[in-house]
């Protein structure tokens, strides 16, 4: 592969200015464009579920630039999305007719949040209907937490936490409506799970398990609803989605290749985003993938989309090795996934603010035995899961100390495993 002069990173939030540190860290002196769709410079999106709708952080708190980031000599392209790859003349197209030649691509495009069931799936929301991916979600909805006001959070996951927990910290009403059978166990376990459960409901959360949604619509009155499997309308003030997010990579729609089996293969799937290896490599040389949009197939053969903060800091240096290289890099992701949430809770019922972070690191699955390491129901405690007698994922609530210590025994073990 001939030497890279210009680089394209697609997507400027934090797998992008990532993929431009690593860049320049490895040494390449060549042209670097950074195309973004939103209007920002790079910024942090976890507080935008926590400082931003509590009301304690401003837009000037999320930049992500740090000293010496002026000296990158990065062409920033914002506000402009692209929307499209011509990969015979590999260029990427942007919205607003452009196209920006490239000897690489880096694809940091991350995802979208999915929008609720119903008629307005695919179009505008409703009034007083939100969901919450940008800095313009979060403001939107800040706005509407006001004393009294009645917030219905759709989706029990990490997201549908946070915002039920600066809903009540907000002096809201809120219910949860979550269609697992559990609180949060689906993310952190039973005992990390019911610990947080039984804090959301000390704070006067009320969160329903079991609640199949149907439908997010405008009722009679003009106010939003959401309405049950069974029949059940659920009236609120303010309706939050909380349903996952969909990898923003529908720009890579028509983008195909040729393998080097000489097979003409799609860059994107529409489910999963970019598919690459546990190298950031695709199935073209001159691109790679990083962050929300790409999902990894690892050594066992799955293929895995890990959306939170940390692959996305940690893997764009180990995939802009691979694109520099030509993909003769071995250097590979770490196999140990780590995910955090800080909740801080207050209201009516619990007036005292209570601030915990729960954590988890590893991929836990059905069959794994779980155990709880130390701590009491009402925490701080830890959680471990062992699959064949040997450790696979720990989880904690409010306990650093013994959490860092399993995690690094998570990480020799993975290292000593391959």
């Known amino acids: 592969m001939p030497q890279l002069r210009r680089v394209v990173v697609v997507g400027a939030s934090l797998a992008g200015l990532w993929s431009a540190r690593a860049l320049r860290a490895e040494g390449f002196d060549g042209d670097l464009v950074v195309v973004g769709a939103e209007p920002h410079a790079p910024y942090d999106r976890p507080p935008l579920s926590k400082g931003v709708l509590l009301g304690t952080s401003g ?9 010496g980031d002026e000296d990158l000599g990065v062409d920033w ?20 007719g452009e196209e920006l030649p490239a000897d690489g691509v ?14 307005t799936a695919g179009g505008a929301l409703p009034a007083g209907v939100h969901v919450l991916r940008t800095l313009e979600d979060a403001t939107a909805l800040a706005g509407e937490l006001r004393p009294g006001r009645h917030l219905t959070v759709v989706g029990g996951g990490l997201l549908g936490g946070e915002v039920a927990a600066a809903g009540r910290a907000r002096g809201l009403e809120v219910t949860v409506l979550d269609r697992g ?3 949060a166990r689906g993310v952190f376990g039973a005992h990390v799970g019911d610990a947080v ?12 398990t079991g609640a199949a949604v149907t439908g997010v619509g405008t009722g009679a009155g003009g106010a939003p609803e959401v309405r049950l499997a069974g029949g059940e309308v659920v009236a609120a003030d303010v309706v939050v989605a909380a349903v996952g997010a969909d990898p923003a990579t529908g720009w890579l729609r028509h983008a195909r290749v040729v393998s080097a089996e000489r097979e003409v293969v799609e860059l994107a799937d529409p489910a999963l985003g970019v598919v690459t290896d546990d190298r950031g490599a695709t199935a073209a040389p001159w691109l790679v993938a990083v962050g929300d949009a790409a999902a990894v197939r690892g050594p066992d053969g799955r293929v895995r989309r890990e959306e939170h903060w940390t692959p996305a800091v940690e893997r764009p240096a180990v995939a802009v090795r691979t694109l520099l290289s030509g993909g003769a890099s071995t250097d590979r992701f770490g196999a140990v996934p780590y995910v955090w949430s800080d909740l801080r809770w207050s209201g009516a019922d619990a007036p005292d603010p209570v601030a915990v972070r729960v954590q988890l690191a590893g991929r836990p699955e059905p069959g794994d035995e779980e155990s709880l390491v130390e701590g009491t129901p009402e925490g701080p405690l830890v959680a471990a899961w062992h699959r064949d007698g040997r450790l696979v994922a720990v989880a904690a609530l409010s306990s650093p100390r013994t959490f860092g210590r399993l995690r690094r025994e998570l990480r020799r073990s993975a290292a000593a495993t391959g």
């Open 106 to 119: 880096v694809v940091a495009t991350g995802a979208r949040a999915r929008r609720p069931p119903g008629p």
């Open 77 to 96: 392209r914002l506000g402009v999305p692209a929307a499209g790859l011509d990969t015979d003349a590999r260029a990427v197209l942007l919205a607003d």
């Open 197 to 208: 459960a039984r804090r959301h409901t000390a704070a006067g959360v009320r969160w329903r």
């Open 181 to 183: 059978d559990a609180p």
């Open 59 to 67: 837009p000037g708190d999320l930049a992500l630039a740090e000293d």
